[in-house]
């Protein structure tokens, strides 16, 4: 990758972060207008929102080949066979 196409990256992860800020605040400022009946509802449908996300990316996840048996085979790893990050790494 040429540095023009990291600097667009860059802008494009800016404008991003900043679409996302904006829409927060105005997120916010339309929250503070709601009736208690109409922010439940928001609540809910926010709840719904974050649920239908998590279960995409829980699919992505397990679309990995092989990835939930190395998980596993990870957790049985006794923890003694395991190496600090801080030892492999100390510039950290």
Known sequence: MNSMDNSSMEDTELV????VLELQRQ??????QL???????????AA???DVESE???QELLAIPGLLERVKHNQA????Q???WRT???DV
């Open 77 to 80: 790893t006794p923890k003694t």
């Open 35 to 45: 009736s208690p009946e109409r922010l439940r509802v928001l609540t809910d449908f």
């Open 56 to 58: 995409a990316a829980t």
């Open 16 to 19: 991003a972060s900043v679409s």
């Open 88 to 90: 492999l790494r100390s």
């Open 48 to 50: 719904y929102l974050a």
């Open 27 to 32: 997120l916010n400022d339309l929250l503070k």
């Open 82 to 84: 395991y190496t600090g």
